[in-house]
Nanobody, 123 residues
Framework: QVLLVESGGGSVQAGGSLRLSCRYQYSRYCMGWFRQAPGKEREGVAA???????YYDDFVEGRYTISRDSAKNTLYLQMNSLKPEDTAMYYC????????????????????WGQGTQVTVSS
């Protein structure tokens, strides 16, 4: 088990920006961000493999950037040009293995989840 603690959510107007942070206990091979809006299924937003591979869902459209500060054990998601449809609970996720495995946007790659941080974008 890997402890993951998200922060940085909040309420912004359309066009605004937020930076989400995820403090993790141990680094894992694949780490990422998911989101779930009310009444919708959880969907992958962005993921980063241990050796630099990065994945974004199509809806990101270049507006989000995932990054990691290994010295601080923190994963980030910089979100710009936010839209009302970006409103959701955002979750940090990490794979079970530290040094091997696969990475991508599917839930199958992850076995550890944070509690989530709410992002609300108003028009």
């Amino acid at each position: 088990q890997v402890l993951l603690v998200e922060s940085g959510g909040g309420s912004v107007q359309a066009g605004g920006s937020l930076r989400l942070s995820c403090r993790y206990q141990y680094s894992r091979y694949c780490m990422g961000w998911f989101r779930q809006a009310p009444g919708k299924e959880r969907e992958g937003v962005a993921a980063m493999g241990r050796y630099g591979s990065i994945y974004y869902d199509d809806f990101v459209e270049g507006r989000y950037t995932i990054s990691r500060d290994s010295a601080k054990n923190t994963l980030y998601l910089q979100m710009n040009s936010l839209k009302p449809e970006d409103t959701a609970m955002y979750y940090c996720a990490a794979s079970n293995l530290a040094d091997s495995g696969s990475c991508g946007l599917g839930s199958v790659f992850f076995g550890n989840w944070g509690q989530g941080t709410q992002v609300t974008v108003s028009s």
